[in-house]
Nanobody, 128 residues
Framework: VQLQAFGGGLVQAGGTLRLSCAAS????????MGWFRQAPGKEREFVAT????????DYADSVKGRFAISRDNAKNTGYLQMNSLKPEDTAVYCC??????????????????????WGQGTQVTVSS
C-alpha cells in the first residue's frame, strides 16, 4: 500500500485546512487510516484515526471537536478536515494505514506501531 498526503499549507489562526491521503496498491488489506503529526523538537503524536469501512473514529483530546476524519472508499482517499486551527497545530502531518487487527478497540490505534504503511508528511503552519 502506498500513501500520498497533500493539502498542507500556511493558514491564520482560526482558519481551516483539509488534508488528503490517497492510497494505492493493496488497499483491500487496509482496516483503518490514521493521522499523526510531529512538531519541531517534539515526538510524533497521534491526531486521529478511523476505520476504513465502518464508522469508528477516535481523536486526540487536543483536536476533538475541531478536526474530523473521513474517507471516500471509491477514491481510496482519506481526509482530515481541520477547523479552528491554532498555532500549536503547526507540525508535519502524516497519514498512515493499518492492516493489523479489526479496529474493534479503536483507541488502541493511537499507537503508531500498529500502522504498517506511511505517507510522506505535509507541512501545516498556523500563524497567530
Amino acid at each position: 500500500v502506498q500513501l500520498q498526503a497533500f493539502g498542507g499549507g500556511l493558514v491564520q489562526a482560526g482558519g481551516t485546512l483539509r488534508l488528503s491521503c490517497a492510497a494505492s496498491g493493496r488497499t483491500f488489506t487496509v482496516n483503518g487510516m490514521g493521522w499523526f503529526r510531529q512538531a519541531p523538537g517534539k515526538e510524533r503524536e497521534f491526531v486521529a484515526t478511523g476505520t476504513w469501512r465502518g464508522s469508528g473514529t477516535d481523536y486526540a483530546d487536543s483536536v476533538k471537536g475541531r478536526f474530523a476524519i473521513s474517507r471516500d472508499n471509491a477514491k481510496n482517499t482519506g481526509y482530515l478536515q481541520m477547523n479552528s486551527l491554532k498555532p500549536e497545530d503547526t507540525a508535519v502531518y502524516c497519514c498512515a494505514a493499518s492492516s493489523t487487527g479489526s479496529f474493534s478497540r479503536i483507541t488502541y490505534y493511537r499507537n503508531d506501531r500498529l500502522y504498517k504503511y506511511w505517507g510522506q508528511g505535509t507541512q501545516v503552519t498556523v500563524s497567530s
